[in-house]
Nanobody
Framework: QVQLVESGGGLVQAGGSLRLSCKAS????????MGWYRQTPEKQRELVAS???????NSADSVKGRFTISRDNAKNTVYLQMNSLKPEDTAVYYC???????????????WGQGTQVTVSS
């Protein structure tokens, strides 16, 4: 079994900061790309940022310059540092990871359970 567990969400005022963490655990042989997505009742789930095992990153235009994704490969953990938060960043944030399990032949995508981020104006 593989699990992704997020933490760090909460309520913050506009202009504030939060740091999300997501740790992968279980029978993990290798992790390729890890990422953060977000979803609101009005919008489909959208990519916030992603990072490869080599450290290359990609992020949505709406968060560039404010959010930073990073990872600790030794801990199988991905982080999302969110600064200068805006009310429109309010959403449920999900992490995902492409993981090959021991004995597996391919990378499969796993998702966390989601963590709520609420930014008040």
């Amino acid at each position: 079994q593989v699990q992704l567990v997020e933490s760090g969400g909460g309520l913050v005022q506009a202009g504030g900061s939060l740091r999300l963490s997501c740790k992968a655990s279980g029978s993990i042989f290798s992790i390729n790309t890890m990422g953060w997505y977000r979803q609101t009742p009005e919008k489909q789930r959208e990519l916030v940022a992603s990072i490869t095992s080599g450290g290359s990153t990609n992020s949505a235009d709406s968060v560039k310059g404010r959010f930073t994704i990073s990872r600790d490969n030794a801990k199988n953990t991905v982080y999302l540092q969110m600064n200068s938060l805006k009310p429109e960043d309010t959403a449920v944030y999900y992490c995902n990871a492409d993981i090959k399990r021991y004995g597996g032949s391919a990378y499969l995508t796993y998702w966390g359970q989601g963590t709520q981020v609420t930014v008040s104006s």
